[in-house]
């Protein structure tokens, strides 16, 4: 009964009066946040879908400390991180990227990557001897995958498939305690097999470590069927946004109706 009880939800990260304008003052100027403001509750996972040039990847660069805001602040568990530099954010925000040729050194082991992720916001040099009783647990973390991986600690991350090193980026973003796990795309390089299989260790990473989750995908079945929240982006708003029941009950009709609804109005 009692784990029923949920404590009061609580604010992860907010974004309050957001201003982003690119290249102002030109003739190329594009106002695309506009006293843009968002509040992601702790633990939550949510997807985010919205047509091209909607915002979504200006949304987690800003959050991530790629790009500055104009004006407004952001806000990650109580603490005002606008000025923060994205080395700084990265300490306590894991990101993984669309192109699996991101979230890992392509010429270093999977042991030497995950080594480096292990020691991520610590001094760090490339030990000849790893430690033995880090390389057992990475064993341990690696069989959980179900791809082999254990197996293969001393070869290069460039043999890998992108399936395999998409998985191992989740692995290594999510090694050290986390406040926010941002996912861009992540599984759009992968055929449909390990698109799955990547998004089930998603989902388990997720629960495992009751990290709070961003992942703007194009996949609308992904966008449906996990996380317990959606919203949708348009020209820099959220122009959709439901959660619990409501989240539960969306399906990819419903996604393409709200998608056509939007073009409609924009006259297309
Ligand atoms: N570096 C940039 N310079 C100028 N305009 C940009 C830049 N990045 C994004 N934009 C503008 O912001 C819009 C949204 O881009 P983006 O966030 O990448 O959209 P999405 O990820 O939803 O496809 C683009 O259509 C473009 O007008
Ligand atoms: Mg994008």
């Not at 190329?28 to 006293?35: G, K, M, Q, R, Y």
């Not at 879908?49 to 109580?78: A, E, F, Q, R």
């Not at 029941?245 to 056509?260: A, H």
């Amino acid at each position: 009964m009692l784990s029923e009880q949920r404590s009061a939800s609580k604010t992860m990260v907010g974004f309050e009066h957001v201003n982003k304008i690119f290249n102002p003052g030109s003739v190329n100027e594009v106002t695309l946040f506009h006293d843009f403001n968002l509040e992601l509750e702790q633990g939550s996972f949510v997807s985010v879908v919205g047509s091209n040039g909607s915002g979504k990847t200006t949304m987690l660069n800003l959050l991530c400390g790629s790009l500055p805001i104009d004006s407004g602040k952001i806000i990650v568990d109580g603490q005002d991180i606008t000025n923060l530099k994205e080395h700084e954010r990265s300490k306590f925000i894991g990101r993984v990227y669309q192109n699996p040729a991101f979230g890992t050194c392509p010429h270093l082991t999977i042991l030497e990557n995950l080594a480096l992720a292990d020691n991520k916001g610590g001094s760090f040099l490339l030990q000849r001897g790893v430690n033995k009783r880090r390389i057992d647990y990475y064993k341990t973390i690696l069989e959980q995958l179900h791809m082999g991986l254990e197996d293969k600690l001393k070869i290069p991350v460039k043999a890998l498939s992108g399936g395999q090193r998409q998985a191992l980026a989740l692995l290594i973003a999510t090694m050290t305690p986390l406040k926010l796990l941002i996912l861009d795309e992540h599984t759009a390089a992968l055929d449909p097999k390990s698109a799955e299989i990547v998004m089930e260790l998603t989902k388990k990473v997720v629960e495992e470590k009751h990290v709070t989750t961003l992942m703007v995908t194009h996949n609308l079945k992904f966008a449906a069927d996990y996380g317990d929240r959606l919203f949708m982006m348009h020209r820099g708003n959220v122009v959709f946004d439901v959660s619990g029941e409501d989240k539960k009950l969306i399906s990819i009709r419903d996604l393409t109706n709200r998608f056509d609804e939007i073009s409609i109005e924009d006259g297309n």
